[in-house]
């Protein structure tokens, strides 16, 4: 599902968080270009993060 930020950029409903920046600045960066956002919102929805390392999925370990 998609919804629609604060200032009109498309957000997807069911992630963990979100940032609606606006570019600051482009940066090339060889056969790259490095964007650079200002933040002007965010939005944290909780739940577990998926974790991929070394072409396997995983978890992050508890703490304590």
């Not at 200032?7 to 968080?17: I, K, Q």
């Not at 940066?27 to 390392?53: K, M, R």
């Amino acid at each position: 599902d998609v919804v629609y930020g604060e200032y009109g950029v498309p957000l997807l409903s069911r992630v963990m968080a979100w940032l609606d920046c606006k570019t600051y600045q482009v940066v090339d960066a060889g056969d790259h270009s490095v964007f650079i956002g200002e933040v002007l919102s965010t939005q944290i929805n909780g739940g577990e993060p998926l974790l991929y390392f070394n072409r396997k999925w995983g978890a992050f370990a508890s703490q304590g």
